[in-house]
């Protein structure tokens, strides 16, 4: 069984937050969300190396956060690009020759169960490429500019994609890499993958395992770090 490293992403500036402050460094019951997705991969046994994609400007408090809350297996720290893409690509950079395994996970989504990114890495190493997902519960429209509706996708066959994104280190490499050569941008690591041929597997996760995007996102994951997650208040 070869290497497996998590490359997490937080070098976006949360515009949907509108705060003055990144998203990704607001507090929550105590630490920054970093923190609480950092500390969460930490924990997880088959983890061997965590890479740390942020901000120019935020390289310097990231590596303070990785002492003061001993978070040893962050062995990179790295800047990131103008799109998440180009962060990924750049974290992607950082990894060593012996990995054979990469998850790809949102700064932002603190809250994923430890069980599903097992059970999503473990469908990855069956299959080469597997991502975390929701069924969606809502009917979804597809609505032309002028906003009208142009059809109603059959909801059984839609679901809401969430990171972790686990894959094969070479595969996503070159998806990345054919992306980068086309001029390509997505906005999940499995559409690169989807884009060279290679199926990628949808693993079931929970409704939790939110991205904190907009600001009624904050009182929920207070909400959930509390009564889900099972943090006593710091
Ligand atoms: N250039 C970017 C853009 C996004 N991300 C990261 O990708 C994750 C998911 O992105 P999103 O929630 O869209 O974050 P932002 O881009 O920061 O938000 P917004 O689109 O509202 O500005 C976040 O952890 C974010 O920090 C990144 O590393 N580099
Ligand atoms: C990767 C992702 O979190 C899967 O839902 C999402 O696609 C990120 O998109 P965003 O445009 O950066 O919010």
């Not at 740390?52 to 990231?62: A, F, K, P, S, Y």
């Not at 070159?174 to 390509?184: L, P």
């Amino acid at each position: 069984m070869g290497k497996l490293a998590v490359v997490v992403v937080a070098a976006g500036k949360g515009s949907r937050m509108r705060t003055e402050e990144s998203k990704q460094y607001l507090h929550l019951n105590g630490k920054p969300i970093i923190v609480h997705t950092l500390a969460l991969f930490q924990r997880i046994a088959q983890v061997d190396t965590i890479v740390l994609v942020t901000g120019t400007d935020d390289m310097e408090r990231c590596s303070g956060y990785v002492g003061q809350y001993g978070l040893s297996k962050v062995k990179h720290i790295v800047a990131g690009g103008k799109e998440r893409q180009h962060s990924v690509y750049r974290g992607l950079q950082a990894l060593a020759a012996d990995t054979e395994w990469v998850m790809v996970h949102d700064g932002v989504r603190p809250f994923v169960a430890v069980e599903h990114v097992v059970a999503c890495w473990r469908k990855a190493m069956e299959t080469e490429a597997a991502v975390l997902a929701v069924p969606v519960k809502d009917t979804i429209k597809v609505v032309n500019s002028a906003g009208t509706i142009q059809s109603t996708p059959d909801r059984r066959s839609l679901w809401a994609i969430q990171t972790p994104q686990a894959f094969r280190l070479s595969l996503l490499k070159r998806a990345y890499a054919e992306a980068e050569k086309d001029g390509f941008t997505g906005t999940d690591d499995a559409m690169l993958v989807e884009r060279i041929g290679t199926p990628v597997q949808v693993v079931e996760a929970d409704y939790y395992n939110i991205k904190i995007t907009t600001p009624e996102d904050l009182p929920w994951a207070d909400w959930i770090i509390h009564h889900v997650r099972g943090e006593s208040v710091q």
